[in-house]
């Protein structure tokens, strides 16, 4: 695996991790200015649920095959210190994707 191509992979995975964010930003604007005894939101809005779901499933993915291509690459060579900084900042990105207040229910 070139590391140009572990790159590209960690950018798009802070892309998704931005989308998501700003999806949950989104989702805490239309909250705020819901009117008291309407729906929640996301019965309102299937669109924006959907496309939090998307966000979730599109960060999941490329983490999931991020995980396999350093593993095979830490397989094909014994000691790459730019796999382990790619791991670490993978596991980073995993962490702060987990820490979003994402909404148990879509």
């Known amino acids: 695996m070139s590391n140009a191509l572990e790159i590209k992979q960690l950018r798009a995975l802070g892309d998704s991790l931005k989308g998501?964010?700003?999806?949950?930003?989104?989702?805490?604007l239309k909250e705020s200015e819901r009117r008291s005894g309407d729906p929640p939101i996301l019965i309102m809005d299937t669109q924006l649920a959907w496309d939090i779901w998307n966000e979730q499933s599109r960060f999941m993915s490329l983490a999931a095959e991020f995980h396999d291509a350093l593993n095979d690459a830490a397989t094909a060579v014994a000691s790459n210190p730019d796999i382990e900084a790619h791991r670490?900042?993978?596991l980073k990105l995993e962490a702060q994707f987990q820490s979003l207040a994402l909404p148990k229910t879509l």
């Not at 998501?20 to 805490?28: F, N, Q």
């Open 88 to 90: 670490r900042e993978l």
């Open 20 to 28: 998501a964010r700003t999806l949950l930003a989104w989702l805490d």
